[in-house]
């Protein structure tokens, strides 16, 4: 009954939906000159050309222009006026506005060139799917040392820690846990897995462009998997990045890193790009005085090698990365008689290739082939209990995207997929004397098609289904998914969408908080995949503020309703705990609402507040998600000087309490955690070549100070370490350079 009442939401949606949208996307911009005083002029009749082609268009009187997207990549779009330098922007697929600043040849003889002059963050306006933009610019306002610590100026995503003994990140999204958010790399599956429990943390935030945050269902073009949502990573690319970036980075907890890439075209068709990253973290801290380390000590080796071949006929991208990680936990005093140690080693592999034809000059109509294969091998335990893990995946994609008729209003994305799987698991509590073995290998091959109608500039309407077959669940997996996205006035945007999403479980790799923990584990029979419904809507209303000043405020909702879902049972019994299929409810319900404004020149003001409610039925009835945070309330400060040569960025975060376990509250004499503040600053000095930034996080210095049950007695049976809510690192000052040569013609 329920799956013919989200069939009914999605059929009604499109039968409300008028055809108006686009034939092919669209970038808008604006040029700008800078006076003698650095105040910012329009400069009309400029013109902003795709660099290596002769497509390009002049700006109106007021520098404003419009121009087609050339392909489904990210390209280089140069603006120039007689008496002018060029300049040149990297616009990504997610793109939609664009700004250059040119300076008189006379002028630039004393003044430094201005590179970065993005927003922070913004959301999509062209995309039917509701997507915040994670711009690079963003990325820069924080440390931003890996993925996980990408989301602090973002309410859409909470990160936390899983447990006071691993040291992994967890986020959420919509009010449920990161498992049911596909992890892309560039449109690729990644983190998936075993290697999902620690991979926020295997992808350096500076080898980033850019971050994009979708929810909802999203395409089915990636899989079945995304059930709140999908985040997709775009790295930097080998043929419009630097020849070399650095970036070192040290604060005073004893953490050092460094990043280094290099980008080399070796000529008109070839190029790539070397990453690499070192970090340790190298002394344990005990700031809230119980004994035990508060993240683990680590050391992680990452390299990574990507290349671009691009010809009339064929583009061809592929790459590799490997990855190294140690971390060591547990009490202070390994010295002492029976201590409890934790020691976790990560080791990672993967290669990619992705091969497109295409069949027009645009790349509108293309034949595309995407594989991926990943390796993952994690080795660890956790005082008595022992948890060994390999897996062995392969994800290969055919495409074919065409259009029923020639002004490509009515498009259309046609392929199979095959998945594989092979997991070696071994959990075993030599305390009670059990083990689990995971030994599984899991085949999915399916076939999907999705349609999308543009009419024109001010609707969108992107429907898919998808039907997979999956061995290991032996079920043939049905996936409906519809977004709809429209303009009814200039700067008014409505989205709503409605799909369905599935989850094969990893018991231990996806909880991996439990093994910190003192009590018996206990697994039912006939674990079963996760199934699940997401409906959404959305409204943006962009607007202006003088000439060259921009804003939005923006509200959503989405609910996700699962038909059957992997429960983790922490209140059934104080002796264990029990983890089983779903056995009545279990629903969110998750509110936004962002706002940003440029009150003058320079001077960004963005705040954002997210208000959750999560319940799912358990032992003790139909209950109040446990260790969820019910809001978020963040404010941003973000403010530069001409030429940004000093940029300035603060950062206030409120976030709300949530329900206590049943045993937690009963020995901390309290059922919710409190609600606390965070607060995060950086001054950044630009030079030529190189950026100096200072920051401070959790200026506050708020952790939690009980954050281990029974931290004195860690092998009995009442020891929990896996109720976190709050920080478990104080105050962190921090100190970095990024250091960059630019290519010949950037100089």
């Given at each position: 009954m ?12 499109l ?5 108006n949208?686009v ?16 105040n ?27 121009i087609?997207?050339i ?41 430094a ?11 999509s ?38 447990d ?6 967890q ?11 596909q ?7 990644t ?82 790009i ?17 004994g ?42 390994t ?15 993967n ?11 645009s790349?509108?109509h ?16 956790f ?22 008729d020639s ?21 075993a ?63 008014s945007?409505?989205?709503?969408s ?5 989850y ?24 079963k ?18 000439e060259?000043?921009n804003?939005?405020v ?5 609910h ?5 879902q ?10 264990y ?12 319900n998750s ?5 940003s ?8 003001i ?96 708020y ?34 350079i ?10």
């Amino acid at each position: 009954m329920k799956n013919i009442q989200y069939i009914f939401i999605i059929l009604s949606v499109l039968a409300l939906c008028s055809p108006n949208a686009v034939a092919q996307k669209s970038i808008t911009g604006k040029i700008f000159s800078i006076d003698g005083k650095g105040n910012k002029n329009p400069l009309g009749f400029a013109s902003a050309v795709w660099e290596k082609t002769n497509i390009g268009v002049s700006a109106d009187e007021n520098g404003n222009f419009t121009i087609k997207r050339i392909s489904d990549e990210t390209a280089n779009l140069v603006a120039s006026f007689v008496g002018y330098t060029n300049d040149t922007l990297a616009v990504v697929l997610e793109a939609e506005e664009v700004e250059f600043v040119l300076y008189e040849i006379s002028q630039l003889l004393n003044e430094a060139n201005v590179v970065a002059r993005q927003k922070g963050s913004y959301i999509s306006k062209l995309s039917p799917v509701m997507t915040e933009v994670i711009t690079a610019a963003g990325l820069s306002k924080l440390a931003c040392c890996n993925l996980a610590e990408s989301f602090e100026n973002s309410a859409s995503v909470s990160v936390g820690y899983s447990d006071a003994v691993s040291g992994a990140r967890q986020i959420r999204m919509l009010g449920l846990a990161g498992t049911y958010v596909q992890m892309l790399d560039e449109n690729i599956p990644t983190l998936r897995g075993t290697a999902s429990t620690y991979g926020l943390s295997f992808t350096p935030g500076q080898w980033l462009e850019s971050i994009q945050v979708s929810k909802g269902t999203s395409s089915v073009l990636n899989g079945y998997e995304a059930i709140t949502g999908q985040i997709n990573v775009e790295h930097r690319k080998p043929d419009n990045s630097e020849p070399l970036f650095v970036n070192l980075y040290a604060d005073d907890d004893i953490r050092f890193e460094a990043n280094i890439t290099s980008a080399l075209k070796l000529n008109d068709k070839l190029s790539t790009i070397i990453f690499t990253h070192g970090s340790t973290d190298a002394k344990a801290h005990d700031d809230n005085n119980d004994g035990f380390i508060d993240t683990p000590k680590k050391k992680q080796i990452n390299v990574g090698n990507r290349w671009l071949y691009s010809a009339d006929k064929i583009i061809v991208h592929f790459g590799y990365r490997f990855l190294t990680e140690n971390r060591e936990s547990g009490q202070m005093h390994t010295d002492m008689p029976s201590a409890y140690i934790s020691n976790i080693k990560n080791k990672h592999f993967n290669a990619y290739a992705k091969i497109g034809f295409p069949l027009n000059e645009s790349g509108s109509h293309s034949i595309g082939f995407i594989t991926s294969y990943a390796y993952h091998r994690q080795n660890s335990y956790f005082g008595k209990k022992t948890y060994d893990a390999r897996q062995n995946s392969l994800i290969s994609n055919i495409l074919l995207q065409s259009s029923f008729d020639s002004a490509e209003k009515h498009r259309y994305t046609a392929g199979a997929t095959f998945s594989h799987d092979n997991y070696n698991e071994l959990f075993a509590d030599s305390k009670f004397s059990n083990s689990w073995n995971g030994n599984r290998t899991e085949n999915t091959s399916g076939v999907f098609a999705q349609y999308t109608l543009k009419p024109n500039d001010n609707f969108d309407l992107l429907a898919g289904l998808r039907i997979d077959r999956n061995n290991l669940y032996k079920e043939t997996l049905v996936t409906p998914r519809m977004h709809v996205r429209y303009n009814f006035a200039k700067n008014s945007t409505i989205r709503a969408s409605a799909g369905r999403g599935f989850y094969s479980p990893n018991i231990i790799s996806s909880n991996i908080g439990i093994l910190a923990t003192g009590r018996k584990i206990t697994v039912d029979e006939n674990i079963k995949m996760e199934k699940a419904w997401t409906a959404g809507a959305s409204f943006t209303q962009n607007f202006k503020i003088g000439e060259d000043r921009n804003g939005y405020v923006s509200f959503d909702f989405f609910h996700t309703d699962f038909q059957n879902q992997t429960v983790v049972d922490v209140e059934e019994s104080a002796e264990y705990i029990r983890i089983g299929n779903l056995n009545g409810k279990s629903y969110s319900n998750s509110y936004q609402a962002d706002f940003s404004i440029e009150p003058f020149m320079r001077f960004n003001i963005f705040a954002t507040f997210r208000y959750s409610q999560t319940k799912v039925e358990m032992s003790r009835g139909l209950v109040e998600k446990p260790l969820v945070d019910r809001f978020k309330a963040l404010v941003n400060l973000a403010y530069s000087t001409k030429f940004e040569k000093w940029k300035f960025d603060f950062t206030a975060q409120l976030n709300g309490g949530s329900r206590l376990p049943f045993y937690a509250a009963q020995i901390w004499k309290k059922e919710r955690s409190k609600s606390y503040p965070l607060f995060f600053a950086q001054i950044t000095k630009k030079y030529k070549n190189f950026d100096v930034y200072l920051g401070c996080e959790n200026i506050g210095n708020y952790i939690q100070k009980q954050a281990i049950i029974n931290a004195e007695n860690p092998f009995d049976d009442k020891f929990d370490a896996s109720v976190i809510y709050a920080p478990l690192m104080g105050r962190k000052i921090y100190l970095g350079i990024r250091f960059k040569i630019k290519g010949t013609e950037e100089l």
